[in-house]
């Protein structure tokens, strides 16, 4: 597996450019340098794409569940193989460090495919017997033509994670990565070629979200649409999938708590607490991105958190001394700063960070410090707006009441951590906060089986274990009279 200059389609088993002939360029985050090339893909790319996956469905979707669980763990093998190649391309295509993208995310992508190759398996629909009369069951079959399209922040590790239940179940995708991180993508189609995967399976359109993205969501042959994204692209595909009856599942912002009471494990909570802020520079939807800390422990864990955070190496992602690696664009580095210029205006301290990073022999990459901020009010835009880099905010609180209403107040509820040793709190705040995950005394443990998704504007629908199966499969009551 390898990189190249020029990132193609991989369409009914090929690897091919676009029809327009037009490309983007896809810049380097660590130095700011172009270095490769992305189809600028359109309407008619997936219209190709979309029959590919029409005329392999038939097959695929017939093969029998061994034949597919083989060939998805054969991809998995080849990604497991060239790991070292594939996270260097994912390093080098986000800007994080490599010992993320060696340890976490390519891992992650393989596991995504093992875990629903082995599950489809296993999957199996109820029946309902009634006496001397008939027998129930729910024959459930593969939708037909569907569309995944993920996100530039865990490229490999989302694009598998919506890719792999839907031909496990059966269907036939027609997928797009985003432009911003898209080598690894291309990797993968690689990785197809060589497994075995029949062609037409898997198809892999390059390009902008509003020209080939929005062509996949108004393709009247997609049947379902897997988005993960930012929460207004997310209502524009509600807004066009929706009249069409299409099946969708949306995973979108958040704008985290973390909940940090008195008698939490200190040492366990601090170390935690900086990974679920800082990694990936901040670029996870799942970062605790507002920490509310109980009132008598509040300086004593500003002035640690703030020491340790200043400690954290900002710079070249390729160094295994590196914490903090590059954030995706310069266009996102410049909303961040203007998101840190806003929290000044609203009243805010900087404890620590606040500004860009000249990295040596990077200075034209987009490094930022990690930040630190206190003195704002729970609803000013800061605390409610998804920022989406190294930045966070300390809140002080004094009851249970008084912090699930900050936790609750802003649009989002994807996740929230709450850490305390107290059994009986910790349950009651599960039950109150509107989060789809609620993490205690940890973060970002995942287990595969279990659903995921948000609540209120973080999403619709529930990715993960059977929930990820159910949604690419069509359940059928079939009654048969005794």
């Known amino acids: 597996m390898k990189f190249e200059d020029n990132i193609r389609n991989y369409i009914y088993g090929e690897l091919e450019p676009p029809i327009s002939g037009d490309y983007i360029d896809n810049y380097n985050p660590s130095t700011g340098e172009v270095y490769s090339q992305i189809p600028d893909s359109d309407e008619r790319d997936v219209l190709r794409a979309v029959k590919a996956a029409e005329r392999a469905f038939p097959a695929w979707s017939n093969c029998g569940v061994k034949k597919r669980f083989r060939i998805m763990m054969r991809i998995a093998d080849i990604i497991e193989q060239n790991l070292d190649a594939f996270a260097k391309a994912e390093s080098t295509d986000t800007g994080k460090p490599i010992t993320l993208s060696r340890t976490i995310d390519i891992p992650r992508a393989q596991s995504n495919l093992r875990f629903f ?69 291309f990797m993968l189609a690689q990785a197809c070629k060589e497994a075995g995967l029949p ?22 042959s997609v049947k379902a649409i897997s988005f993960t994204g930012g929460t207004q692209t997310g209502k524009k595909i509600a807004e066009i999938a929706a009249p069409k009856f299409k099946k969708l599942s949306l995973e979108l912002g958040g704008k985290n708590p973390n909940i940090i009471f008195a008698d939490c494990d200190f040492e366990k909570m601090m170390t935690t607490t900086i990974r679920s802020s800082f990694s990936n520079q901040g670029q996870i939807c799942l970062c605790g991105s507002r920490i509310f800390i109980e009132k008598h422990l509040y300086e004593v864990f500003k002035d640690e958190f703030v020491k340790r955070v200043k400690k954290l190496v900002v710079g070249n992602p390729f160094s295994e001394k590196t914490d903090q690696g590059a954030v995706v664009s310069s266009a996102h580095k410049s909303k961040v700063l203007d998101y840190i210029d806003l929290a000044k205006e609203e009243g805010g301290t900087i404890l620590c960070g606040g500004k860009a990073v000249d990295v040596p022999k990077f200075e034209k990459g987009y490094y930022l410090e990690p930040t630190v901020i206190e003195g704002l009010s729970p609803t000013c835009r800061t605390n409610q707006e998804e920022i989406f880099g190294p930045v966070v905010t300390l809140i002080p609180f004094e009851t249970e009441e008084e912090v699930v209403a900050y936790a609750n107040s802003t649009e989002y509820g994807l996740s929230a951590t709450v850490w305390t040793q107290n059994i009986g709190r910790a349950q009651r705040m599960a039950e109150k906060l509107d989060s789809g995950i609620v993490w205690v005394n940890t973060w970002l443990t995942r287990d595969l089986r279990t659903p995921f998704g948000g609540m209120k504007s973080s999403g619709v629908g529930r990715e993960g274990g059977w929930e990820a199966l159910r949604f690419f499969t069509e359940p059928k009551n079939v009654c048969l009279h005794l």
């Open 199 to 220: 062609p037409g399976v898997l198809n892999i359109v390059h390009g902008h979200g509003h020209k080939a993205g929005q062509a996949i969501v108004e393709n009247p």
């Open 117 to 185: 190759a082995t599950a489809i398996l296993h999957f199996a629909s109820e029946s309902h017997y009634m006496e001397r009369e008939a027998v129930n069951y729910t024959l459930r079959r593969p939708i037909g033509v569907v569309g995944c399209i993920s996100p530039w922040n865990l490229p490999l590790y989302l694009f598998t994670w919506k890719i792999a239940p839907a031909i496990a179940a059966g269907n036939c995708v027609v997928a797009k990565p985003s432009e911003v991180t898209p080598m690894t993508a």
